[in-house]
């Protein structure tokens, strides 16, 4: 038996979208399936948990590395040529915790003044390190880079290398990837 989910089990799972050469250990936790739309050529790993809230989209050619977390409360997005590596947290939704509100699922929002919620998205050549944790509303445009034991809490610059707690540009990114992914695409073209 394989580690991986076979076609007729991923179709089983009710996703809103099942694209083509799609690869899910069978050790993922998946909530609310139906608001989780994927495209083509995607790997997730095991341990991961992927929670579609709102709605999670998943472009193709995207990697996610075991034990990472999306939640997708209010929604998150994932372009084509992307990665998240291990133990990485996707928050689109995260409770206040200064002690003016209420904190935990329990509570309805109105308890909770200071909950913050915001779509997360990650745009085409996004890649986070491992370890990170990504809050709410924060957008990652094209090539930006997280390094590892990152925290992200304001959006990431096109082909910039962000670091640190929280996180901070550290340098430009190379966009040399371009170039090589055109010559993949040939290849696959090809075959």
Known sequence: MSSFYSLEELKALGLANLGENVLISRKVSLFAPHNIH?????RIDDFCIISGGTGITIGSYVHISAFVALFGGSGISIGDNCSISSFTAVYSESDDFSG???INPWFPK???PGYKAGKVVLMDYTNIGSHCVILPGVIFYPGAAVGANSVVVKNCDAWSIYSGSPAKKVKSRSQKLLALEAEFLKTIAKS
């Not at 994927?38 to 995607?42: A, K």
Request: net charge neutral; hydrophobic share 35%; glycine share 0%.
């Open 110 to 112: 109105e308890f909770k």
């Open 100 to 102: 003016n509100s209420l």
């Open 38 to 42: 994927l495209s083509n050529n995607i």
